[in-house]
């Protein structure tokens, strides 16, 4: 069962998907996607994030034990300070991406919304006898976007329960202590996406809305700032799949520290690091856009008609037309020509059954020679001849 967000209420609001465990629908766009779009890179306009989940761990031990567990440093968090970190499984897949705020009291972990109940449910299993106590507190507390750029204010004012604003920035924006950067551009387009979380009481979104219609903030929807993120290069929750590590997505730049110590997955995080390379690679696609289609996520990478990967996000952007983010096989030549499939819809919107191909330019996130960078010489197996 999905309920509506109070933002759908606002002119010209056209929903998008569920998002949350619980279905809350928020809006992809409010009738002008490209306006909103320049709107929130200049930092003023706002994104209902409220389909979003917040997990709340409190307790003495709350940061050294997510330490243990996580792959960032978070055992010394400053109050108000902000990390990401990765929860992996015991071979270093990812299970679950996690944007961290502490405000003395409270760890704020901010999650994709189907995320939070199974998160604090495993978090709530872990806890033994560390003093922590983990709660989903996606019911109480709802997350609003935006980005903010030099110069520009917070246009939502953030709760502070705890006499700290919970106002979370997203590190993306550099490469963080202890992180690696595979990319090998000079200058990062992480650094023009200065995304900023706030977090509100969600019982004030109504209020908040009415605020909006008298003109406090313009309005952007999920739509203009996933345009945006594809553009940065940034992951998220939504890109990955069952076999996803955090070095096919070039997040050990914001999310892993390599010297931090053990943590579940660490291994496969060193392993893959230093002696072997991940077995795909992120890509940004540059899209033809004669056809006027966007590959739905999941939808097929193509070469000369054979999968080499899939797309994990497409939009529209604002300058440089219809992008997405795919991830391929770490093998593929670098200027392969490719293809993507998209559906092509009926005169009323509806699945028609028929796919087309869109002609798609690679532009490299994840090189394929990234990792291994310890450089250790090969040592013969043992009993092996050399000839």
């Known amino acids: 069962m999905s309920t509506e967000s109070a933002f759908l209420s606002l002119p010209g609001a056209v929903a998008g998907g ?3 465990a619980d279905g809350i629908v928020t809006a ?3 009738g002008d996607p490209v306006s ?13 994030l409220s389909d979003r989940g917040v997990v709340t761990v409190t307790g003495d031990d709350r940061l050294r034990w997510l330490d243990s567990l996580t792959s960032q440093a978070v055992g010394q968090l400053a109050p108000g300070s902000s990390a990401e970190t990765l929860l992996l499984d015991p071979q270093g897949r990812l299970e679950h991406s996690i944007r961290l705020l502490d405000d003395g009291a409270t760890a704020w972990l901010l999650v994709d919304g189907e ?6 449910a495993w978090l709530d299993r872990m806890r033994f006898m560390m003093r922590v106590e983990v709660a989903d507190a996606s019911a109480e507390w709802a997350t609003i976007g935006q980005l903010q750029p030099e110069g520009a204010r917070l246009l939502v004012s953030p709760a502070e329960p705890n006499g700290m604003p919970l106002v979370w920035r997203d590190p993306w924006v550099d490469v963080q202590v202890g992180g690696w950067q595979y990319a090998g551009v000079e200058t990062h387009p992480g650094a023009e996406f200065p995304a900023v979380e706030v977090l509100v009481p969600r019982a004030s979104l109504p209020g908040l809305v009415a605020g909006l219609q008298a003109g406090l903030a313009h309005v952007a929807g999920s739509l203009a700032l996933d345009a945006l993120r594809i553009a940065a290069w940034r992951p998220r929750q939504s890109d990955l799949d069952e076999r996803s590590i955090p070095h096919e997505f070039d997040w050990l730049r914001s999310a892993v520290h390599l010297s931090k110590g ?3 997955g660490q291994e496969t995080v060193a392993k893959v690091h230093n002696l072997g390379h991940p077995p795909r ?7 033809d856009g004669t056809l006027s289609l966007l590959p739905a996520p999941g939808s097929a990478v193509l070469r000369d008609g054979v999968e080499v990967g899939r797309v994990t996000a497409a939009a529209r952007h604002h300058d440089l037309g219809p992008v997405a983010l795919a991830v391929v096989k770490r093998s593929l030549a670098v200027d392969a020509p490719l293809v993507v499939t998209a559906e092509v819809p009926g005169a009323d919107g509806a699945a028609t059954g028929e796919t087309a191909e869109i002609a ?6 994840v090189p394929p020679e990234a990792g291994a960078t310890a450089g250790v010489p090969r040592i013969p197996r043992l ?3 050399r000839r």
Request: aromatic share 4%.
């Open 36 to 48: 909103e779009q320049r709107m929130l890179a200049a930092g003023r306009a706002i994104v209902d």
């Open 360 to 365: 798609a330019a690679q532009e490299v996130v």
């Open 383 to 385: 009993g092996a001849v």
């Open 115 to 120: 995320q939070a109940l199974p998160l604090a």
């Open 28 to 30: 992809a766009h409010y």
């Open 281 to 287: 690679r992120l890509v940004m696609l540059h899209l």
């Open 18 to 20: 569920a998002g949350a």
């Open 262 to 264: 053990c943590y579940r």
